[in-house]
């Protein structure tokens, strides 16, 4: 049978291509380090690898959860602690001032001012911030919770003249009484104006005289008025205690396994107002009666605020707990899930990276075919003067 030079030829070129079709592969490989580096090299094995690489992409994405949850557990556990120790010290005033023997106006002053101190650093406590986030808030996290003491100045409905207010302020926390003034305005040349305690029905300034914009302080607080009040004008100024809740209720919880969402978040209505329980307390609204009670020398309520500063440190106690519970719980999860990753990689691995040994030996063979390949075509393809004759 006479075999063409054309059939010779196409038969050489495709077992050339064979072989070094097959010798790229195993080069591929080696580079790779990688059995399957396309769908195509096997469909099975390819579609598990992608499942095992998108469950652990979960799997990372739990332990980042975890990692933030733990974080924040840690800070709520540490402003509670420092809380504690706030309200330890407000106790430790308190008892003081209710021994009759050594109690004196001087003495439940100086309390009285450190009570008004610790108020203010109850409110920098509540208002932690984790980044820009304030982590008492719920889901109100981007602007500070609780309210620092303040005050409000309001004019009368039925004022004429041009005055209004532009700035007020607490100037002297520890002067604050809580109580309620009036600005009065009397048209006498020149413009004048007095200050009433509406709460106590006293004076507490008379004939001053009224500037635009200048500055007006009594009691600890600090405001001005600009333009031209009319005879007859009122301006009622209030004072805000620290503690003003503007957060909310929510609760924010992640995903730290498959369907698995933990809180881990408290809100600051629950840990300081004592929202959402039945014995919950407002820790700022003890404090404020401490400070009025130091105030008017009143031991009956003293009494009743000791008590009410044991609930308060209970209170936030319960709260430590349940921090110190979430980490315990977050810490036990993450080692789980990082047993789990370890699985999920093990199998990833069998089924994707290459026996390096396994792959040089192959590689050397396919490099010894590819060459044997060359040597018997260049043998077949000598072409001679007798194959030209033919």
């Known amino acids: 049978m006479r075999i063409s030079t054309n059939y010779i030829y196409e038969n050489t070129r495709r077992t050339m291509q064979q072989s070094i079709s097959n010798l790229l592969k195993v080069q591929e490989v080696m580079a790779t380090q990688c059995k399957i580096n396309r769908l195509s090299d096997d469909p099975v094995g390819a579609g598990r690898i992608l499942n095992l690489d998108r469950m652990i992409a979960q799997n990372d994405q739990f332990v980042r959860n975890l990692d933030m949850a733990d974080t924040l557990s840690n800070l709520y556990d540490g402003s509670c602690n420092s809380a504690i120790d706030l309200l330890s010290r407000a106790k430790e005033l308190v008892l003081a001032q209710t021994n009759s023997a050594a109690s004196t106006s001087a003495t439940r002053e100086a309390a009285r001012v450190e009570i008004v101190s610790l108020a203010s650093q109850l409110t920098s406590i509540a208002n932690l911030q984790y980044g ?35 700035y007020k302020s607490i100037s002297d926390p520890s002067a604050v009484t809580g109580d309620t003034y009036e600005i009065r305005f009397t048209d006498v040349p020149p413009l004048t104006y007095d200050i009433v305690d509406t709460t106590t029905g006293m004076p507490v300034s008379s004939g001053n005289t009224y500037t635009s914009d200048g500055s007006i302080e009594f009691d600890g607080i600090s405001l001005r008025l600009t333009g031209a009040p009319a005879n007859g004008d009122v301006f009622t100024v209030s004072t805000t205690p620290a503690g003003t809740y503007a957060g909310d209720s929510g609760i924010i919880r992640l995903e730290v396994d498959q369907d698995v969402f933990e809180q881990v978040n408290f809100t600051g209505d629950s840990v300081f107002l004592g929202a959402g329980t039945s014995d919950g307390v407002n820790i700022f609204d003890i404090l404020q009666r401490a400070n009025v009670a130091l105030r008017d020398n009143d031991q009956v309520e003293l009494d009743q605020v000791l008590d009410d500063l044991d609930k308060a440190s209970a209170q936030i106690s319960r709260v430590q707990a349940q921090a110190g519970s979430r980490e315990n719980l977050f810490s036990t999860t993450k080692e789980r899930l990082l047993d789990v990753k370890l699985g999920m990689q093990e199998n990833l691995s069998n089924l994707r990276d290459v026996d390096i040994t396994e792959a040089i030996t192959e590689l050397n063979r396919q490099q010894n075919a590819y060459q044997a390949v060359l040597s018997a075509t260049a043998a077949i393809l000598q072409p001679n003067l007798l194959d030209f004759l033919q």
Not at 147 to 163: F, K, Q
């Open 132 to 166: 820009d986030r304030f982590l008492f808030g719920g889901y109100a996290d981007d602007t500070a919770p609780f309210l620092d003491m303040a005050a409000t100045v309001v004019p009368a409905a039925g004022n004429t003249g041009s005055g209004v207010a532009t």
